[in-house]
């Protein structure tokens, strides 16, 4: 019994083909396309049997097929019809529909009050003041360069993160830079090199220098400092990003496969077409924190004084202080620093980077600025934070707790057009936004999906502005910890400050810190990003 309920499929179909055959008289078009259909579906069965790979269909021929075809549509079943507002991840429908609300210019108001449980563990809040300021006009900015640096850069309160050409495709870049220069904010061009078309339309670019030198690397993929001077000085480029790391995969290579590159790839980035694109994990130019600091002082002379920064996600804390020790140490002191949270991920990676490798954003954040806090250097580097930033409050919570301005990638994908399909890695993006194919680009009109990352930046910061007007405050210079509730349970809500532990200047070159400071601190070396005492740690 329990064989033919397995078997039924087959078995109905087989006798229904025997019996429009035997019908086969009759002239109408019906019959012979059930014949066809019935005739189909049994030789599909009769195969299913005999082929050795699916144990599944070998047991259950016919059927099996429509299980996977509801495992192919469940995503797109559930993000659709299933769940709710708040469900979705990475991303939810109430994230996402603001980011499309302000980009095409719609109406951004929600009715009827929050939908979110403010008495959960996630509520979180910026206080506003019975005074509330007026809305300032003018833009809000922050001047990025110090002493050392002879062309500071004023740059938005947002940004573009880093997005290669190459992972994104040439209508993508173009419409993101035309939006930039509309709305006055920068580009990062990503690891992937600047390509013809970061500087078509003129943006302002932050030139992203990753592991594998794309755009200034020699024959072996070492770092070639002719062709990087030779295109650092395009009035285009503001600031020089090196990249250590990125949040989607901390320690690990960036991949773009073979199938995706292109012959303009291939000669933007200076490689092969011949085999996937893989980026090493670690840079050839430098290996400890001193020699960090000497190449970025190089890459600033080779710009004429450009700024430069590094980007990275937080791992072992103490290298974050081996870079402090050896910013004291030499003197170089780098212009900002780009703090990329493990929430990042418009980068395809492994699962188990994605999910459970590098700190997220508010740890790292919070731990950067206490590192530069600490050490009196706060006031000559600035600081970043990218990570899943996708509104005003995001904005404004990163920058109570330490950042000076934010970037955001997957809003601004968004902001394109992008319906998370989650085809990011496999050249068939639905939109055209993370695809190499020319025939699905073209459903990306690039002066339009320009005027929506422009309209989306606009809408965004002047919300922004006017949170800050309602905590009686002028710029997001002036929000602090203590601006930033976050509740803890039912019954408890704290300020930022009475959760996490935020630093006073000076404190780690005075020593007045608690124990996990203290360790982190003493472990750190100028000379190498080995801990002093790692020889000393016990299994």
């Known amino acids: 019994m329990d064989y033919f309920k397995r078997y039924s499929a087959l078995y109905g179909s087989i006798l229904a083909t025997l019996l429009f055959l035997w019908l086969g008289f009759c ?3 019906w019959w012979h396309l059930g014949t066809l259909i019935m005739g189909g579906f049994a030789v599909l069965g009769i195969f299913d049997v005999v082929q050795p790979r699916h144990t599944l269909l070998r047991n259950y021929p016919i059927l ?21 507002n708040l469900e979705g991840r990475p991303f939810n429908e109430v994230e996402r529909g603001l980011i499309y609300a302000r980009a095409k210019g719609d109406e951004d108001y929600h009715p009827l009050g929050t939908e979110l449980d403010l008495y959960s563990a996630q509520s979180e809040w910026i206080t506003h003041s019975m005074k509330p300021a007026k809305v ?17 850069y004023s740059a938005s309160l947002l940004n573009i993160s880093a997005m290669s050409f190459g992972a994104l495709g040439a209508h993508a870049i173009e419409a993101l830079n035309m939006g930039a220069k509309r709305g006055n904010f920068y580009h990062d061009t990503g690891e992937g090199a600047i390509s013809p078309y970061h500087l078509k339309h003129g943006g302002d670019l932050v030139w992203e220098l990753g592991t594998g030198y794309f755009g200034c690397r020699d024959k072996n993929g070492n770092f070639d400092k002719a062709q990087f001077r030779d295109k650092a000085l395009a009035n285009s480029v503001k600031m020089v990003e090196i990249k250590l790391n990125q949040g989607a995969k901390p320690g690990h290579g960036g991949v773009l496969p073979a199938a995706k590159i292109t012959p303009e790839i291939a000669m933007t980035r200076g490689i092969s077409m011949e085999e996937d ?8 130019a430098f290996s400890t924190p001193v020699e960090l600091l000497e190449f970025a002082a190089h890459l600033r002379e080779l710009s004429d004084g450009k ?18 020790k050896a910013m004291l140490k030499t003197g170089i002191i780098l212009d900002y620093m780009v703090v990329d949270g493990a929430e990042g991920g418009t980068g395809a990676a492994p699962l188990e980077f994605s999910d459970h490798m590098g700190m997220p954003l508010r740890e790292g954040l919070i731990l950067v600025r206490n590192a530069l806090v600490g050490s009196n250097l706060r006031d000559k580097v600035r600081i970043a934070a990218s990570g ?31 319906i998370m399909s989650m085809k990011c890695h496999t050249n068939r993006c639905p939109t055209g936004i993370t695809t190499q194919d020319p025939s699905r680009q073209k459903g990306l ?67 007045d810190l608690n124990k996990t400071y203290t360790r982190w601190w003493e472990s750190a070396q100028a000379d190498s990003f080995e801990p002093l005492n790692h020889n000393n740690h016990s299994r």
Not at 277 to 284: A, E, L, W
Not at 410 to 415: D, E, Q, S
């Open 277 to 284: 694109c893989v980026s090493p994990s670690y840079h050839t």
């Open 27 to 29: 002239e109408s078009p």
């Open 445 to 511: 009109v690039v002066p339009q999906k320009a005027l929506r990352v422009d309209r989306f930046h606009a809408r965004t910061i002047h919300t922004l502005k006017e949170l800050i007007a309602a905590a009686g405050l002028e710029h997001t210079e002036d929000l602090k910890p203590t601006h930033f509730y976050h509740r803890i349970s039912a019954v408890e809500a704290k300020t930022i400050d009475h959760i996490y532990t935020f630093l006073k200047p000076g404190s780690l070159l005075e020593g």
């Open 307 to 324: 700024p430069v920064g590094i980007k990275f996600c937080v791992g072992q804390p103490h290298e974050i202080f081996a870079i402090i």
């Open 64 to 84: 099996a097929h429509f299980r996977w075809m509801f495992e192919h549509l469940r995503p797109y079943l559930r993000q659709y019809i299933v769940e709710s």
């Open 136 to 152: 300032i006009k003018d833009d809000l900015r922050v001047l990025v360069g110090n002493e050392q640096c002879k062309k500071p």
């Open 388 to 418: 899943k930033v996708s509104s005003a409050f995001t904005i404004a919570s990163n920058c109570a707790i330490g950042a000076d301005w934010c970037n955001a990638a997957r809003a601004f994908m968004f902001a394109l057009g992008c």
